[in-house]
């Protein structure tokens, strides 16, 4: 289990991790298909989630860098790069999120 930031409004889902030095949890970035890591100071991981939250890929970006499409993913989750391992996720497992009102 992990803690879960979601980027609500469409400034939020802009800005992701931009000019954050860390983080400890994760942010799910909803009705997103692609990320980039320009202007990031640490690598991370890249979940890409369909539509009932399976992980359709997984990848580890390096910052400056831009993310090819995922045309299935609905949503992303960005985490420290590593966090993906830590928490055993791989391509096909189903996330439970569970969102505070």
Same mark, same amino acid.
């Given at each position: 289990?992990?803690?879960?930031?979601?980027?609500? $409004?469409?400034?939020?889902?802009?800005?992701?991790? &931009?000019?954050?030095?860390? &983080?400890?949890?994760?942010? &799910?970035?909803?009705?997103?298909?692609?990320?980039?890591?320009?202007?990031?100071?640490?690598?991370?991981?890249?979940?890409?989630?369909?539509?009932?939250?399976?992980?359709?890929?997984?990848? *580890?970006?390096?910052?400056?860098?831009? =993310? *090819?499409?995922?045309?299935?993913?609905?949503?992303?989750?960005?985490?420290?790069? =590593?966090?993906?391992?830590?928490?055993?996720?791989?391509?096909?497992? $189903? &996330?439970?999120? *569970?969102?505070?009102?």
């Amino acid at each position: 289990m992990a803690s879960l930031e979601v980027a609500r $409004t469409r400034s939020e889902r802009r800005r992701g991790l &931009l000019g954050r030095d860390d &983080l400890t949890g994760a942010l &799910l970035i909803e009705r997103c298909r692609c990320v980039h890591t320009f202007g990031m100071s640490f690598g991370i991981d890249v979940l890409y989630l369909d539509r009932q939250r399976r992980v359709v890929d997984l990848v *580890r970006m390096p910052p400056g860098r831009i =993310g *090819r499409p995922r045309l299935s993913a609905r949503s992303v989750i960005e985490a420290r790069a =590593g966090a993906s391992e830590r928490w055993g996720l791989a391509v096909g497992d $189903t &996330l439970d999120v *569970r969102l505070d009102a």
